[in-house]
C-alpha cells in the first residue's frame, strides 16, 4: 500500500500538519455518544459505596467534561494503593466499561486489603467522539511528560502526584482496535508528515511491560487470570505484536517513561497495560469488559502477594 493511497483525507503528504490542518481534522469530528451517560451516570450510582471526587475538568470550545475519580470509601493511609486508569485513549470502550464494571462488581472484594483509585475515564472529549487523540490532535497517551501540553494527562499526573513513592500497581486499560489501521495510524502519519506504513492488528488480548522495569511473573498472573475469560494474542510471523519483539506470552515491551506512556504515571512497581481486541470475531463486547475486569483481578490479587 503507497502513502498516497493510504493517504489520511487532511493535510498534505510529506507535511506535517499547521493551525489550519488541526482545525480541519477537529471540524471532522462529531459528537456519537454521551459520556454523560454512559460514564458519568454509573459513577454517580456508585456514590453510596465509594468516594467520588471531581480532578478537574476539561473545556474545550463548545465543550466541558468533568474528570472523576473513584476511591475506596475507608482511605487507610496503611495499606498499598492500586491505581486503576482506562479511557486515556477515548474511543477504547472496554477500557472505561470494565474499570466501571470493575467497581461495581469486583472492588469490594478488596476492601481493608487496599486503598483503591480507579479513574474510569481520562478523555471524556475523545469518549463522546470514538477518537484516539484530544481536540488539540494531541495524543494523551503520549502526553505524560513534565508540563504536559494535553490537559487529560496534565490532569492525571496532578491527581496522582501526591501518592507517589505509595502506589504499589498501577494497570491502564486500553484496547487494540481495527480503526487502529484505518484511521489512528493514517492520522498520526498525516499529522506528523510521515509515511503511512501498514500493519497487523493483533487477534486476542495482550500486555505490555515496562522495559525500564520488568516484572514478567506479574504480566503472566494478569495473562492467567485474562485466558479464563477470551484469548490471548499469538505473536505474528515476525515474533511480534504491533511491531514489538514477544518477550513471554501475551507479553510485549515498551519504555513506559521515555514515550510519556499513562502506565509511568506512579511510579508503581507493577505497571502494565492492557490491549482487548473487541473487533475479533472470538470475543463479544461484554467479553471485552470482563477481560478488562480479569486483568484488574489478577494484577491486583498477584500485588498484594508479592507486596
Given amino acids: 500500500m503507497s502513502t498516497d493511497t493510504a493517504f489520511y483525507p487532511v493535510g498534505t503528504p510529506g507535511q506535517p500538519w499547521g493551525a489550519a490542518e488541526r482545525a480541519q481534522w477537529l471540524a471532522r469530528q462529531k459528537v456519537l455518544r454521551s459520556h454523560a451517560e454512559e460514564v458519568v451516570a454509573k459513577v ?26 473513584v476511591r475506596s470509601p475507608d482511605w487507610d493511609d496503611a495499606l498499598p494503593v492500586m491505581l486503576v486508569t482506562g479511557g486515556i485513549h477515548g474511543y477504547e470502550t472496554s477500557g472505561v466499561q470494565g474499570a466501571l464494571q470493575f467497581l461495581d462488581q469486583r472492588a469490594a472484594d478488596y476492601a481493608d486489603k487496599c486503598n483503591l483509585l480507579v479513574v474510569p475515564c481520562v478523555s471524556p472529549w475523545g469518549y463522546e467522539r470514538i477518537q484516539r487523540w484530544n481536540a488539540l490532535a494531541l495524543d494523551p497517551n503520549r502526553s505524560f511528560v513534565p508540563n504536559s ?23 491502564d486499560l486500553h484496547e487494540t482496535t481495527d480503526t487502529d489501521e484505518s484511521e489512528f495510524r493514517p492520522a498520526l502519519a498525516a499529522r506528523d508528515g510521515k509515511p503511512f506504513e501498514p500493519g497487523e492488528i493483533p487477534d486476542g488480548f495482550y500486555l ?36 514489538s519483539p514477544v ?19 506512579s511510579g508503581a512497581r507493577y505497571t502494565t497495560t492492557t490491549e482487548v481486541y473487541p473487533d475479533s470475531p472470538k470475543a463479544t463486547p461484554q467479553q471485552c469488559n470482563d ?17
Avoid at 513471554?248 to 502506565?263: S, T
Fill in 208 to 243: 505490555v511491560d515496562d522495559s525500564e522495569n520488568r516484572q514478567p511473573a506479574f504480566q503472566q498472573a494478569v495473562i492467567a487470570e485474562v485466558e479464563k475469560v477470551t484469548h490471548i494474542a499469538p505473536a505474528d510471523a515476525h515474533g511480534q505484536i504491533i511491531g
Fill in 149 to 171: 501540553p494535553a490537559p487529560e494527562s496534565a490532569a492525571l499526573m496532578a491527581l496522582v502526584a501526591p501518592l507517589k513513592g505509595r502506589v504499589l500497581m498501577h494497570i
Fill in 44 to 69: 454517580d450510582a456508585l456514590r453510596d459505596r465509594f468516594d467520588v471526587s471531581q480532578y478537574g475538568e476539561l473545556d474545550y470550545p463548545g465543550a466541558r467534561y468533568p474528570l472523576l475519580a
Fill in 291 to 307: 477481560a478488562q475486569v480479569a486483568a484488574v483481578v489478577g494484577a491486583l490479587d498477584y500485588a498484594l502477594a508479592h507486596r
Fill in 247 to 265: 518477550v513471554a506470552h501475551g507479553v510485549i515491551e515498551y519504555p513506559l517513561k521515555a514515550l510519556g506512556l499513562c502506565a509511568s504515571v
